[in-house]
Nanobody
């Protein structure tokens, strides 16, 4: 059973940066692409960024130019580099695949943007 473990979240001031990591226990991202989602309290989970198995990327309009998705196939790890963070980016962030059925969701990593 593949497991997903997100990390790298934290408390950061507006305008700050964080890099989230998502480690998978199997080689799934190169095969099935990668996606990062987030869920803020009282809101639905939304898809923030995707990278297909071929490397094509797509972003939620509100994060374009600020977030960058990437992955290291050798490490079975996906990343989300976040810059210019805003209070509205505060949420629990999750990763999963995007070109296959979802694997069991990890616990997520909390990002809090506040002064």
């Amino acid at each position: 059973q593949v497991q997903l473990v997100e990390s790298g979240g934290g408390l950061v001031q507006p305008g700050g940066s964080l890099r989230l990591s998502c480690a998978a226990s199997g080689n799934i991202f190169s095969l099935f692409g990668t996606g990062w989602w987030r869920q803020a309290p009282g809101k639905q989970r939304e898809l923030v960024a995707t990278m297909t198995s071929g490397g094509s990327t797509n972003y939620l309009d509100s994060v374009k130019g600020r977030f960058t998705i990437s992955r290291d196939n050798a490490k079975n790890t996906a990343y989300l580099q976040m810059k210019g963070l805003k209070p509205e980016d505060t949420a629990l962030y999750y990763c999963n695949v995007v070109q296959s059925r979802y694997y069991p969701w990890g616990q997520g990593t909390q990002v809090t943007v506040s002064s």
